[in-house]
């Protein structure tokens, strides 16, 4: 009877510590230094659950509830905002199979949010991480903090397919590059990862540098991991002249020297910052990369004048892709110590009285494609017009051109920001929507939701099994529940918005999200433009409280028996 006995007490006793929710990281409220009205301690908190909904949405992390820690601290007599001790953050942990815990500190300076933190292992009673950041309001700051603090978390990827991927980056490796090289290195690492669902598919990225410094033999093959391509974009320096000749040998090489399998999709990238002509050439292998069913996407920096940009627009429409051309930011500041945000793409330039995360994406919308291709400019921006044969305006002398065609005095100025690694995984999310695989393309629709909040509807589209699953048990229950959505301008949508299928946030409830990332269906279709500008990631996450109404075009799992 006693060994039962016993039995049954430890069977107790595991089914006790199985209800224990086990967490990787808690996320402390944040002690706000100096606060204000328009700065409150309250801040601190908000900022933790952004935080929190960061770390699920980029990370996969799985994060313990704001709502548990908030009672923990009050039950422990912690005070986030006056000294919270190591062995605080230890007995919390261990009482709350906690692996990790985020604290720190936030404040503002220089009209930015400012945030220094440690990453605390309960585990090891030691500091893993200590990371500053910094950001133009709290959305920016909590996406570089994650990726500061989470560098041992590989970033979730949406979508997969198990086809092999070929892909070739043919880069100008010349001086002209050199102020820009980190940013290419980090797009063209981006789009290798969307491309191959974060290395998990069956992969071959070659990279082909070109210059007069570059030898045609330094071309890195058949790369099959993110280090592998990191060692190899490590390896190269810009040096030298990038002239057409050799661009026309290292495009050359891509497409008659690369070993492009028959059954892979297959992918080329032309990344370029120097003077180019049209080339008979560089059309002939862009046609030869066609019939090999290689898709050429090309992309202009900032440097390259209209003959240069028209060149890459050629090589593009016969490579069956898209050109890009790269946009450009930097704040300046008039003798007043007025801030003017001065932004430049396509060989045009503009001022702002306000920065939205918008331009990131490009400073235009377009409509159509290849040479008709139309651009229409976000609203936040006011162009400034010039002769374009007297004034020979770029990414680099803008500022100087605009104190002469506005005539401002500038002071000062702050670092120049450019949008291409945002650019470069846009791409190649873009490539996927465009249906360019061969089979089981993934833009294949399962069917239409009919999202309602008691006011206002919407349809959406439903691309994966798990998210159809997930609305079909949310319709039966007929009940309001918090959805993320990432959200897209699109002037060719009923409303002007555009919510992207594969960006729904199933997984969060409503004690993590914080007020700032909550809004309604209502207000989405009011001000499209607000919401598809700024937010959390690209595309913005906004989270609404909904129930599902209707689900149309989707067939249900088919019964054995019929």
């Known amino acids: 009877m006693r060994l039962f006995r016993n039995i049954v007490l430890l069977l107790l006793a595991a089914c006790i510590l199985a209800d224990q929710a086990e967490a990787e990281v808690a996320v402390f409220p944040y002690k706000i230094e100096n606060p204000s009205v328009y700065f409150p301690v309250t801040t601190g908190t908000e900022y933790a659950k952004l935080l929190s909904v960061a770390s699920i949405i980029k990370k996969g992390l799985e994060v313990y509830s704001p709502r548990d820690i908030d009672a923990d601290v009050r039950r422990k007599n912690i005070n986030p905002q006056g000294s919270v001790t190591e062995e605080n953050l230890y007995h919390l942990g261990k009482s709350r199979y906690i692996d990790h815990v985020l604290i720190g500190s936030l404040f503002r300076k220089g009209g930015q949010y400012v945030s220094e933190s440690l990453l605390y292992s309960v585990k090891d009673r030691k500091v893993l991480v200590t990371a500053r950041v910094r950001g133009s309001n709290l959305f920016e700051l909590a996406e570089k903090e994650v990726q500061a603090v989470f560098t041992q978390y590989d970033d979730v990827q949406r ?6 991927v070929d892909a070739a980056f043919v880069i100008d490796m010349s001086y002209n590059v050199a102020a820009e090289w980190n940013a290419i290195r980090k797009g063209v ?16 990225i070659t990279v082909v540098p070109f210059s007069t410094g570059h030898s045609g033999n330094s071309a890195d093959h058949n790369l099959k991991t ?23 040998n290292a495009l050359s ?28 050439y560089l059309e002939n292998y862009a046609y030869m990369a066609r019939k090999k069913n290689i898709t050429i996407y090309t992309v202009s920096l900032g440097r390259m004048h209209a003959s240069g940009r028209g060149c890459l627009k050629d090589v593009a429409v016969i490579g069956n892709g ?25 060989g045009r330039l503009f001022e702002s009285e306000s920065l939205s995360r918008e331009w990131k994406r490009g400073l235009f919308h377009y409509a159509g494609s290849g040479h008709s291709k139309r651009a229409q400019t976000r609203s936040f921006l006011k162009e400034i017009f010039f002769n374009d044969s007297r004034y020979r305006v770029d990414s680099g002398t803008m500022k100087a051109h605009y104190e002469k065609l506005a005539g401002t005095r500038i002071i000062n100025t702050e670092s120049l920001e450019t949008n291409l690694s945002d650019l470069m995984p846009q791409i190649a999310e873009k490539h996927f929507s465009r ?21 206002t509807t919407l349809w959406v589209q439903v691309k994966s099994q ?3 699953d997930f609305f079909r048990n949310k319709k039966q229950s007929g009940l309001l529940f918090p959805l993320g959505v990432g959200v897209e301008r699109k002037r060719s949508a009923p409303f002007g918005v555009s919510i992207r299928p594969e960006w729904y946030i199933t997984n969060v409830s409503t004690d993590y999200i914080p007020d700032m990332m909550k809004t309604s269906l209502e207000k989405l279709i009011q001000s499209p433009d607000r919401y598809a500008g700024s937010g959390l990631y690209s595309p913005p996450v906004w989270f609404v409280d909904v129930k599902v109404g209707k689900i149309l075009g989707a067939r249900d799992r088919r019964d054995i028996r019929e």
């Open 435 to 455: 249906g360019r695989w061969t089979e089981g393309k993934r833009d294949r629709s399962l069917g239409r939701v009919l999202l309602e909040d008691g006011r």
């Open 159 to 164: 979508a997969a397919q198990n086809m092999p």
């Open 466 to 468: 798990r998210d159809l």
């Open 253 to 280: 090489h891509a497409v008659r020297s690369i070993p492009w399998r028959s059954r892979s999709s297959k992918v080329m990238v032309l990344i370029s910052n120097s003077p180019l002509e049209r080339s008979r």
């Open 189 to 204: 690492s981006r789009f290798a990862s969307v491309l191959t669902d974060n290395w998990t598919m069956n992969a071959g």
């Open 226 to 248: 993110a280090f592998s391509l990191k060692q190899a974009l490590d390896r190269l320096h810009p040096r030298g002249n990038g002239t057409v000749s050799d661009f026309e």
């Open 322 to 346: 898209d050109h890009y051309n790269v946009a450009y930011h930097q704040r300046v500041f008039d003798v007043k110590g007025s801030s003017i945000d001065l932004f430049f793409e396509d």
